[in-house]
DNA sequence: TAGCTTGTTCGATGTTTTACGAACAACGAA
DNA sequence: TTCGTTGTTCGTAAAACATCGAACAAGCTA
């Protein structure tokens, strides 16, 4: 019997606005949400920061525990993903209005993923 | 000549994402947006916050810093107000989102305004 | 079993934030 | 000029945060 101790996740209605404005105010964190936006669930060793590889972990903690993204372990290794739908549903149009602007000033420019070269 | 120094303001181009993130990050704060949500110009006196005038005033220069508030000062009186317009074209739809969570959720509900017996 | 990989946790450090009261500066009123 | 009002700044303290490297735990692989 294979019990992986999954993170702990808040429900939509466990989320704080400003648990989320919180999250929302390290560049870092925004390069993260940024990565993630086109809706793909990335591997967490895919995941590219200019940081230490602790510091990556405690940014990835942060956006879960406040809502905003959904980390599944397989294995060894974990995934991520945005929260989307909960996050549209909880914040209308938040999320949208956040990427917006990022794209568009380049927030979180250093933060990215792996060239994986093993797929397409 | 009157010389009254008042604080700096960012313009439109200043002012960043995760700086407007961090302000409103803390409940005081986004009570004293949805305070001034409603387009009315407050008098500083005239707010209310379960905190001590110096932390208040450190509240609203966060919220100028990052662009979210003008603050006016005439005479030996200070004048605040949101820069809804400024922040709109800035970051579409963020203000409004975050209003209307704000609104939902009753954050920063301990900030107001003195109810002023003189008018109305 | 022994070793490798993967990500989290721990402990330490330096910075930033929040908070308070006291001191201060600017202005208006007496 | 002498007060009172108004809000900012200063000095300080406590808490939170970002960051790192080291140690660790869990799961594969040889």
Same mark, same amino acid.
């Given at each position: 019997m294979v019990i992986v101790k999954q993170a702990r996740h #808040?429900? #939509? %209605?466990?989320?704080t606005l400003v648990a989320v404005m919180g999250a929302l105010s390290d560049p870092i964190r925004v390069g993260l949400v940024r990565v *993630?936006?086109?809706g793909r669930e990335r591997g967490w060793g895919e995941l590219r920061a200019p940081v230490a590889? $602790?510091? *990556? $972990?405690?940014?990835? +903690?942060v956006l879960r525990d406040a809502g905003l993204t959904r980390t +599944?372990?397989?294995?060894?290794?974990?995934?991520v993903e945005l929260r989307r739908e909960d996050l549209n549903a909880r914040f209308p149009g938040l999320l949208?209005? =956040? *990427? %917006? =602007?990022? +794209?568009?000033d380049d927030v979180g420019a250093h933060v990215g993923v792996a060239d994986d070269s093993n797929r397409t």
């Open positions: #808040p429900g #939509p %209605e466990e989320m *993630l936006a086109d590889k $602790s510091t *990556l $972990s405690h940014h990835l +903690r +599944r372990q397989e294995g060894t290794r974990c995934f949208e209005a =956040v *990427l %917006e =602007v990022a +794209r568009g």
